[in-house]
C-alpha cells in the first residue's frame, strides 16, 4: 500500500462533515425554565483567554441578556481543582463536567437539561454525557484526534509521505533524530494531562462499536492487536528507542506550542482543539502558521485512515445553582452563537453548525470519521467501573507516565511486563465488577 503524501506547506483543504438530523433542542427540563436572570459564575480551563476572548463574550452575552452578568473563575489544573471544589454546593454555575464523574453520578452534580431524542435534534454527541436517557452537558467543540506537527521539520528529514503504520511513524522519527536538530516527539510528561489524549483514539480501529465490544469487555486490551497495545505500545517505543525529550520531567505545555511552532520539536499527539494553539504559537514566535500540520494516527484499517470524532468538555450546571434560566441560557449562547469552536479550529456542537478549515490535511489523506456508538442501556457506567476497581487511570495520566518512566529506565520493568499486569489488574476489575 503506498504511503499517503505529507501535504505540502501551506496547503489547506476545507473539512466536509456531514451529521444527522436537523431542528431544534426539545423544551427546557424542569429546573432550567423561566427568565434568564441574576448573577452566575462560569468556570473555565481556558486561563490563556479568560481575561480577553472571554471578556468579549462576556459583552455580547450581556447585551442580549441584560438581566444577567457573568463572571469567570479559570483554573490551571481543572481536573484536580473541579474535584475539590465538588466537595461541596461551591463549584459555580456553569462548569465543564469532569471526567472523574460517572454517568451514573451525573444527577448529583448536574442539572438535567432535556432528553437524548431532544437535544441530539441540535447538539451533536449529546449521548456522551447522559444517563438513562437524559442530557446533563453540551460539548463546547468537537474534536477529532491526531498529531500536530511541524512540516518544516519532516520536510527537512526527507519524509514525504504519512506513516501509516506504528513502524513507519517510528522509523519517521528516526530520520528527524539523524538529520535535524529537533526532538522528534514531545510527551509533555510534566504537565501530565496531554498523556491523557492517547485514550482518544479508539476510533482508529474504524469500529463505532470497538469501545461496547473490545476495551471494556477484553480481559487483555494491552494485547499487540488491541488497541491499548497499539497505542500505549507506540508510545512506550517512542520513548524507549530515545526518540523523546530528554528529560520528561522537565517538560512545559506552555513552552511547547513555541517550541513545535519554531522547530524545536517535531511532533505532539493531541486533539484537533490544539492546532490553531500551535499556529498561533508559531505566529508569535516569527515563524508561520503554514508550518503546522496535522496528521491521522499511523494506522491503517482496510488501507484507510479512521479518526475518532468526540465531545470536548461539556458545559454543565451546577445541579445547587440558584440561577439555573441563566446558566442554560449562557450554555445554548455558548454553543451557538459564541463561534468558539470555529475560531478554536474545531468541529461545531450544532448539527448544521459550521465546519473547519484547520482540518484539511485530514480530507487530503482521506481520512474517515468515526462517531463511537454510545454503551447499550444499563451498560453506561461499566467501563468506568471496570477502570475505577483496577485502579488503571485509563482517561488519566498516572500510569502512561509510569510507561514513560519504564520506557526510559528511570522505572523496573519492559513493556511486555507493564502490559501484562495492566492486563491481569483489568481481567480481575472485570470479574468482580460482574
Known sequence: MARKHIAAVGAATALT??????????????????????EITVITQRTDIVDTVFQDYKAEFEAEYPDVTVNF???TDYEGEIATRMNTEDYGDVLLMPNSVDPDEFATYFEPLGSVEDLSQKYKLVEEKAYEGQVYGISITVNTQGLVYNKVVWAEAGIEDLPTTPEEFLEDL??????????PYYTNYADGWPLSQWDGNRGVMGDPD??????????????????????????????????????????????????????????MLLGSWAIT?????????GASAEDIGYMPFPYQ????FHAQISGDYKNA??????????????IQWFAEKSDYA??????????????????????????????????PAGKEAYESSVVNESEIDLYGNIYRQELVDIARGAADGDKESFFAELDERWAAARESVG
Open 73 to 75: 473563575e479559570s483554573m
Open 342 to 375: 470555529y475560531d478554536e479550529g474545531g468541529i461545531s456542537p450544532l448539527v448544521d453548525g459550521p465546519t473547519p478549515t484547520t482540518l484539511g490535511d485530514f480530507d487530503a489523506a482521506g481520512v474517515e470519521y468515526v462517531q463511537m456508538n454510545p454503551a
Open 17 to 38: 462533515l456531514t451529521a444527522c438530523g436537523s431542528g431544534g433542542s426539545g423544551d427546557a427540563s424542569e429546573g432550567i425554565d423561566g427568565t434568564p436572570s441574576g
Open 301 to 304: 484499517v482496510d488501507g484507510k
Open 277 to 285: 494553539q500551535m499556529q498561533q504559537a508559531a505566529e508569535d514566535a
Open 174 to 183: 528516526q530520520a528527524i533524530k539523524e538529520t535535524t536538530d529537533a526532538v
Open 210 to 267: 470497538y469501545a461496547n465490544t473490545q476495551v471494556a469487555y477484553s480481559d487483555t486490551p494491552w494485547a499487540q492487536d488491541e488497541w491499548h497495545g497499539i497505542s500505549d505500545g507506540l508510545l512506550f517505543d517512542v520513548v524507549a528507542n530515545g526518540l523523546s525529550e530528554e528529560d520528561p520531567t522537565t517538560t512545559n505545555w506552555e513552552e511547547s506550542k513555541t517550541l513545535l511552532g519554531t522547530g524545536e520539536i517535531a511532533t
Open 317 to 330: 450546571i451546577n445541579v445547587h445553582s440558584e440561577h439555573k434560566a441563566a446558566a442554560w441560557a449562557w
